[in-house]
């Protein structure tokens, strides 16, 4: 999930060398053998002095008093004259800082800037090569959600889970917390009895191991360096089901079955995957469906996608979003955006990634479906983001003094995959793909800037002319969406499209050919309906099609967004509920918004919101809080 030109091109050499000490592969060739680090703007680390290379935790959640607390050691290596180590923090308590030998390291806690958090600066003395940190994280730590029972779908026991991306592993986690400077890890986690705790990472529990307090203790080891933003934490009432042999599913007891049903083709997607882009590099893939407070569709966590519960539509018709987590462990968790600003080289290259891997499972006419519903998205996104000359649809983005969650739009997704499929109308399927290849095989475990990118790209893929004809400056470096963007025509609209006339030209909606529909083909359908539209028309298009019944999220909220912007009352029982039983912040954003341009909509949502806010993720809550320019009383 979830852009500034600052040029890399004076690594210090005692970087690129620590860098590449976690890096595997064939050696490349001197132009593109250098390791990309960037300034990151959202971190107070200076990696170049001393810099994290593993996290090893031991944590205890406290269910009862919200606090996660334990050790963090940290391995670091530094430059000869390095006299401290920098660290990223926000709302930790910490009690004391050793070396590995016990001996207490002098600390000093900087001062608090909004979503960095402060710096951690540790003295080293010369021989330090390890830091042990006895901390405890904040009731309100922005990364961690914890949930009572009711929130839960079993209501017996509590839940917890955490969520690092953009810049909130600091709140649980005190590290360089760059994306830029990657991290292995290891941890013990003790979970109170009948808990679960599940890691991404590899399991190396031993069978019902217990601490001296009766918790089970949970361990977990991830040997590849990742960034930190995708160590991830999850406790609960939880139950695995197989999938394939190296594949599975976690989720409560009661909702594992239907979520092992929902994700039956995994391992035809990593299969598919593999074909065209590599080995997959990270041994088991696993997903997790959460709760429904979860604040994202997934998050790529490696080996453990986490997910939301709304892609369970009981006919795999939402489970483009596996593929797309499972592409993150090429395009992104393999090769990741060096910082925030850079955040399209995740997800631009994914969205390219998944549509490629649903073509292969479902063919052409399914994944030309999800292009053009992706195209109206970006559409949508560039006039959120000021149109088409903000510099916020920028590929590249300069969030410098941001947030970084700010970045985290549809312009990094759905342009930044327009801006591959460019590529692949100028240069060919076949050469994009070889190229893709050897882009993730050559830059695995590392850091990437757009700079670096292009400069690859221009050095490997591109024969003379085709830079020009693809205009990568306009699309990396400019706004809106480049004129040269290749037109995506799904062939399946066509037929809806007709069906829109028809029932524009009056056709009741009985008499409309929608029986063989997929949910694609519905919201293309729902997105094409002129407006305004009658209360009456509403109403026979709700009762013939059960729109506000919906069990499929993504059509019901298609149709509540209707709903509000016509004040269609009927469904708003409809939209209560959906706002009160889950927390995703892609369904809730476009919600709140519609509903915040109206005085009735405005105190319809600020009673809602009341009610929802304390059942919402941090992430949720901070973007809410704001279309809602909410104060809390
Ligand atoms: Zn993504």
Not at 461 to 490: H, I, M, R, T
Request: aromatic letters at 10%.
């Amino acid at each position: 999930m979830a852009r500034v030109a600052h040029s890399f091109r004076g690594l210090l050499p005692s970087l690129a060398l620590a860098l590449a000490a976690g890096c595997s592969g064939p050696a490349a060739p001197p132009e593109t053998a250098a390791v990309t680090y960037t300034p990151d703007p959202h971190s107070y680390a200076k990696p170049a002095e001393a810099r994290v290379t593993a996290v090893s935790l031991d944590l205890t959640p406290d269910f009862s008093a919200r606090t996660i607390a334990g050790t963090a050691r940290l391995a670091v290596t530094r430059s000869a004259g390095a006299s401290s180590l920098v660290l990223d923090i926000r709302d930790l308590a910490i009690a004391r800082v050793t070396d590995a030998q016990g001996a207490a390291l002098k600390f000093e806690i900087g001062e608090s800037r909004p979503f960095l958090g402060q710096p951690l600066t540790i003295a080293l003395s010369p021989a330090t090569d390890a830091v042990v940190i006895e901390y405890r994280t904040s009731p309100t730590a922005a990364a961690v959600q914890w949930l009572a029972p009711a929130q839960t779908s079993g209501k017996k026991l509590p839940f917890l889970f955490t969520q690092g991306q953009a810049v909130l592993t600091r709140t649980w986690v005190p590290t360089q917390d760059s994306p830029g400077i990657r991290q292995t890890y290891d941890a013990t986690i003790h979970a109170p009895a009948g808990m679960r705790a599940v890691m991404s990472a590899e399991d190396v529990s031993k069978e019902g191991e217990k601490d001296n307090n009766g918790r089970g203790v949970y361990r977990y080891r991830m040997t590849q360096p990742i960034p930190p933003y995708l160590i991830a934490l999850a406790v609960g009432d939880l139950a695995f089901k197989p999938i394939g042999k190296t594949t599975g599913v976690y989720a409560e007891p009661s909702v594992v079955d239907r979520a092992a049903s929902e994700f039956v083709e995994v391992d035809q997607m990593i299969a598919a995957a593999e074909k065209l882009y590599g080995p997959y590099r990270w041994g088991r893939y696993d997903l997790l469906v959460l709760p429904p407070s979860f604040p994202f569709g997934g998050m790529e966590n490696p080996r453990l996608t986490f997910a939301t519960p709304t892609i369970l539509a009981g006919d795999r018709s939402l489970v483009s979003l596996v593929a797309h987590e499972l592409a993150h462990s090429w395009s992104g968790n393999l090769v990741t955006n060096a910082n925030w600003n850079d955040f399209w080289i995740n997800e631009g290259f994914t969205v390219y990634l998944e549509g490629r891997i649903m073509e292969e499972l479902r063919g052409r006419r399914y994944a030309d479906m999800l292009r053009q519903l992706g195209r109206q998205d970006l559409d949508q996104a560039i006039v959120e983001a000021g149109g088409s000359k903000a510099a916020d649809t920028h590929l590249r983005l300069a969030l410098d003094a941001r947030d970084p969650d700010d970045g985290m739009t549809n312009i990094a997704y759905e342009k930044g995959a327009a801006f591959l499929q460019t590529i692949e109308a100028v240069v060919g399927r076949e050469r994009l793909d070889a190229f893709l290849r050897a882009y993730f095989e050559r830059f695995a475990f590392q850091p990437m800037t757009s700079e670096h990118l292009l400069r690859y790209m221009n050095e490997t893929l591109f024969k003379p002319g085709e830079v020009e004809k693809v205009d990568v400056q306009a699309w990396v470096y400019g706004p809106g969406l480049p004129s040269n963007a290749p037109p995506v025509k799904a062939e399946a609209f066509a037929a809806v499209d007709a069906e829109v006339a028809r029932w524009a030209r009056g056709e009741r909606a009985a008499a409309l050919a929608t029986s063989a529909w997929s949910t694609q083909e519905w919201l293309h359908f729902l997105r094409g309906l002129p407006q305004p539209i009658s209360a009456a028309r509403l109403g026979d298009l709700d009762r013939t099609f059960k729109l506000s019944a919906s069990g499929n999220s993504e059509i019901l909220f298609a149709w509540l967004e209707i709903a509000i912007r016509e004040r269609y009352e009927p469904a708003f029982p409809a939209l209560e509920r959906f706002l009160l039983s889950q927390g995703r912040r892609k369904f809730l954003r476009p919600l709140y918004e519609e509903l915040a341009k109206t005085d009735w909509g405005r105190a319809m949502a600020a009673r809602i919101y009341r009610q929802a806010r304390p059942t919402y993720h941090s992430v949720s809550v901070g973007t809410i809080d704001g279309i809602l320019k909410w104060q809390e009383k």
